[in-house]
Structures are given as structure tokens and as C-alpha cells.
């Protein structure tokens, strides 16, 4: 449940669109996809991904983020983005560090993209995960209050977008 940073992985994150967009296109061809607007939501090394793959100009709407890393080797790349953006983040996760959190923030600015952010106060990595346990001083910890504050604004942004 440790985030790592993308220079730690074999594949360089540019590549982590590939796959989202291959499931993106399954999607799109569903009967139950309708106009082919699709939204995607990811947790942890998921959230990094779709914030990857909005990077990446991938037609989605909107993108949720859940206690994911912010961090990107190509910031320009925030240029590419489509959709909107909402990023739900601890606000004592020590893994996503404030130099990371100001950098994610300038990104977004330079780009001229439609995102927000929710810190969670008390909240560090893992918050929505009850099998995280429940010390935060470990750096990752379940928090209910978190968990459901961050759900709920994941609806009403995905209700703001598709309705």
C-alpha cells in the first residue's frame, strides 16, 4: 500500500495510459455507455494513473483521483487534458509530500485546466481503505470520515459532469 515514485517502475508512466486506454475504447462500445461519456476513478497507484491518463488527452470527462501521487515526469502534458479533474487527497499523507501537492497545483494552473482538490484533514494515504488499519503515525490509515466525505464528492462531481 506504499506509494512508489514512477522513476521506481520499469515502465516509464508515460506507458500507463496504454492499457486505461484500450479498456477506455471496451467501454465506449458498451451498449449501457451512453453519448461515450465516460468518467474514471482510481485508488492509490490507480488515482496516479488516471490523472496519467487525462494527461495522456484521453477523451473522459472527468477523472477522480483517491489518495493517489500527483507527481508526473511531463508536466506539460497537463496541457493534453479534456476533462475535469478531482483530486481527493490526506492532508497528512506523507507520501504525497506539500512540494508535490504545490507542483500538481502549479500544473493545473499552467494548463488552464477545470480541477479541484479536497484535502482531508487528520487523513493520510490509504484513507478509504478499511484494511489499512487505523494508525495514521504508519502513514497510511483508514479514516471513515474521510472515506465518506470523499465518496460523496466524488458523486456530486460525476453528477455535476453527467447530468
Same mark, same amino acid.
Given at each position: 500500500?506504499?506509494?512508489?515514485?514512477?522513476?521506481?517502475?520499469?515502465?516509464?508512466c508515460?506507458?500507463?495510459?496504454?492499457?486505461?486506454?484500450?479498456?477506455?475504447?471496451?467501454?465506449?462500445?458498451?451498449?449501457?455507455?451512453?453519448n461515450?461519456?465516460?468518467?474514471?476513478?482510481?485508488?492509490?497507484?490507480?488515482?496516479?494513473?488516471?490523472?496519467?491518463?487525462?494527461?495522456?488527452?484521453?477523451?473522459?470527462?472527468?477523472?477522480?483521483?483517491?489518495?493517489?501521487?500527483?507527481?508526473?515526469?511531463?508536466?506539460?502534458?497537463?496541457?493534453?487534458?479534456?476533462?475535469?479533474?478531482?483530486?481527493?487527497?490526506?492532508?497528512?499523507?506523507?507520501?504525497?509530500?506539500?512540494?508535490?501537492?504545490?507542483?500538481?497545483?502549479e500544473?493545473?494552473?499552467?494548463? @488552464?485546466?477545470?480541477?479541484?482538490?479536497?484535502?482531508?484533514?487528520?487523513?493520510?494515504?490509504?484513507?478509504? @481503505?478499511?484494511?489499512?488499519? @487505523?494508525?495514521?503515525?504508519?502513514?497510511?490509515?483508514? @479514516?471513515?470520515?474521510?472515506?465518506?466525505?470523499?465518496?460523496?464528492?466524488?458523486?456530486?462531481?460525476?453528477?455535476?459532469?453527467?447530468?
Open positions: 500500500m506504499f506509494p512508489v515514485p514512477c522513476s521506481l517502475f520499469p515502465v516509464p508515460s506507458l500507463f495510459p496504454v492499457p486505461c486506454s484500450a479498456g477506455l475504447k471496451v467501454l465506449r462500445n458498451h451498449p449501457l455507455s451512453k461515450n461519456r465516460l468518467g474514471a476513478i482510481g485508488y492509490c497507484f490507480g488515482g496516479g494513473t488516471v490523472l496519467e491518463l487525462a494527461r495522456s488527452g484521453a477523451k473522459v470527462a472527468g477523472v477522480v483521483s483517491f489518495h493517489g501521487n500527483l507527481d508526473t515526469p511531463n508536466p506539460t502534458d497537463a496541457n493534453n487534458i479534456k476533462g475535469q479533474i478531482l483530486v481527493l487527497h490526506g492532508a497528512s499523507d506523507p507520501f504525497v509530500p506539500k512540494e508535490q501537492v504545490a507542483a500538481f497545483t500544473e493545473m494552473r499552467q494548463a @488552464n485546466v477545470d480541477w479541484q482538490m479536497i484535502s482531508y484533514g487528520g487523513a493520510v494515504h490509504s484513507f478509504t @481503505n478499511p484494511k489499512a488499519g @487505523n494508525d495514521p503515525s504508519k502513514g497510511a490509515a483508514y @479514516n471513515r470520515d474521510a472515506d465518506r466525505r470523499s465518496w460523496s464528492a466524488m458523486q456530486l462531481f460525476f453528477a455535476e459532469i453527467f447530468n
